[in-house]
């Protein structure tokens, strides 16, 4: 089911079309280019169909466009999950990316919670700052309303360590979002609910 939602800043200018359940396929027009190479890895290993167009004050650096499009991507998956029902709710996947390896955890239980832990990201990949990788996962974590735990146990190439969290995060929900035919419509939770 796609759902279009925008956002509109004195910053920031979003219009995103996503679907949870698809089939890989984006479309970004966002003048980040490597925002955009991790978010189609989320897309690609978590079959989300996304179409995305941001302009931010990137003039002054890309903050308030990473966080934003985080803000509203965590709002359309959350709006898109509803009440919850037969989904597996949890999901995890370690993802090897040569010399990186990196664990991304899940749970769709209706509660914040973030926890990077790893190397500091620093550097800068074009105008895209390492750090704003932690700003979008926290960000996009708190609006979904989902646990989101990423783990790096080891590795050094800045661009490997991303691109494991960001795919390993799309391999994580995908699993978590799946509907678990022998639950049928069965809320995943002994409260009957999932806020």
């Known amino acids: 089911m796609n759902m279009m939602e925008s956002r509109k800043t004195s910053e920031t200018d979003i219009r995103m079309d996503l679907n949870i359940r698809g089939t890989g396929n984006y ?6 280019p490597f925002f955009e190479h991790m978010l189609s890895h989320i897309c690609k290993h978590g079959l989300f169909d996304l179409n995305l167009f941001l302009r931010g004050d990137i ?3 890309c903050h308030h466009s990473v966080e934003d499009t985080a803000i509203l991507m965590g709002q359309l998956v959350h709006k898109q999950l509803g ?3 037969g989904i597996f709710r949890y ?8 010399e990186v390896l990196t664990t991304v955890a899940v749970d769709f239980g209706g509660r914040f919670y973030f926890k990077y832990t790893g190397p500091h990201l620093d550097g800068k990949f074009g105008i895209y700052d390492s750090e704003l990788s932690l700003e979008f996962l926290q ?15 080891y590795g050094d190439n800045k661009h490997h ?3 494991s969290i960001f795919k390993g995060l799309g391999k994580a ?12 419509d ?7 609910m999932l806020e």
């Not at 479309?27 to 980040?32: A, G, L, S, V, Y």
């Not at 960000?139 to 146990?153: E, G, S, T, Y």
């Not at 699993?175 to 035919?181: E, N, R, S, V």
């Open 173 to 184: 929900m995908r699993q978590a979002i799946t509907l678990d035919l022998e639950a049928k």
């Open 27 to 32: 479309q970004f027009d966002t003048e980040i």
């Open 83 to 85: 009440d919850k029902k």
């Open 59 to 61: 003039g002054i650096d």
């Open 161 to 163: 360590i991303h691109e």
């Open 139 to 153: 960000k996009f974590a708190l609006n979904a309303k989902m646990n989101l735990h990423v783990v790096v146990h």
């Open 91 to 98: 999901g995890h996947f370690t993802i090897p990316m040569d």
């Open 186 to 192: 069965q809320i995943p939770s002994t409260k009957g």
